[in-house]
């Protein structure tokens, strides 16, 4: 089993940067891949960013070129650095990890969430 903590979630104005971090405890040698999903308002979930046990990243192209995922193996860390941030960024962000590859679009484990709001 793996557990998923969250944090750096907070409030910004538009252009300012934010990281999040999530810490994976548990069984983390069996994780494959783990990134962000976001639920904003009016919209769908869609995943964010996602990084694999290969070190390959992928973004959604609303943050592509804006967003960076990194993984630190050595404490089973990942982490959003999330730059120029845009009102549109405002929702809750959800680390996930997964086993499979199919875990990118159906994790194996979630965080709690955490709040982003962007406003001036």
């Known amino acids: 089993q793996v557990q998923l903590k969250e944090s750096g979630g907070g409030l910004v104005q538009p252009g300012e940067s934010l990281t999040l971090s999530c810490s994976a405890s548990g069984t983390t040698l069996t994780i494959y891949a783990m990134g962000w999903y976001r639920q904003t308002p009016g919209q769908q979930r869609e995943m964010v960013a996602a990084v694999t046990y290969g070190l390959n990243t992928r973004y959604a192209d609303s943050v592509q070129g804006r967003f960076t995922i990194s993984r630190d193996y050595e404490t089973n860390t990942i982490s959003l650095q999330m730059n120029d941030l845009k009102p549109e960024d405002t929702g809750v962000y959800y680390c996930?990890?997964?086993?499979?590859?199919?875990?990118?679009?159906?994790?194996?484990?979630w965080g709690q969430g955490t709040q982003v709001t962007v406003s001036s």
């Open positions: 996930f990890a997964g086993d499979r590859a199919l875990a990118l679009k159906t994790p194996d484990y």
